[in-house]
């Protein structure tokens, strides 16, 4: 058997082969490992700004005394929407609008809450409620993808565990449906880029226009709580890009990762 730990001296004894560099780790494990912790980080990092942000200026209330909710109504009566129901709900941070059912839902502490924080994420909803009425590309595109992406996320998840415990499927049949699984969460993650963005600016702009928002501190605490919201999904669409390449690349290039 050949010692894993390279022998003090450094003269290779006859008969023994000491194992190479790239035997030990070869350039896609590398590749591997750094994708996985890289974007693991990059997830927790933004997720952690995010976090830590919005806890931030949820203790700064705005000068106007309107609830969360109370501003979320103004903005979307301003835009002419009055089938829209504004809900609270329980989970920090879980504020969404659903298209399907006509919800905008907003975070106990938003929903009720005049705080710079709840302001913008009110405002950043009824974003997603107006790019729904005038029938925005980007969020109709997201929409559709959304069964897909779902689809897609369930094979990415247990392909390799059934790929590995049963062996049914080639390398090459197997990295090609993991390649195109990530394409789908890729391009859906890209497609969410603009939906979200677009979200974030219509709601500065309409808490400055609406008066909601008066001062430049107020203003910047809105930015930052809606920018750190904005890198969640930039890191998400790094990460889908790095899972599609690394699925990808050994396809396109012809070789083969060594199992
Ligand atoms: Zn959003």
Redesign the pocket.
Known sequence: MVPLRRPRCLATPAGIQLPTAPEYINAMSLFAIILFVGTMLISLWAAARVKSVYRRYSQVPASSRATGAEVARAILQRAGISDVEILPHDELLG???DPTNKRLVLSTHNFHGNSVAAYGVAA??C??AIQHQQAYGPLHWRMAAVGATNFASQIVMWLPMIGMFTGILSWNTASWIMAAAWGVIMLFNLITLP??FD??ARAKRVLAEMGFIGTDEEMTGVRKVLDA?GWT?VAALITSLGYLLYHLLPLLTGGRRSE
């Open positions: 504020d969404h609008y950043h909803e974003g997603h939906v979200e979200a974030s919201a999904y």
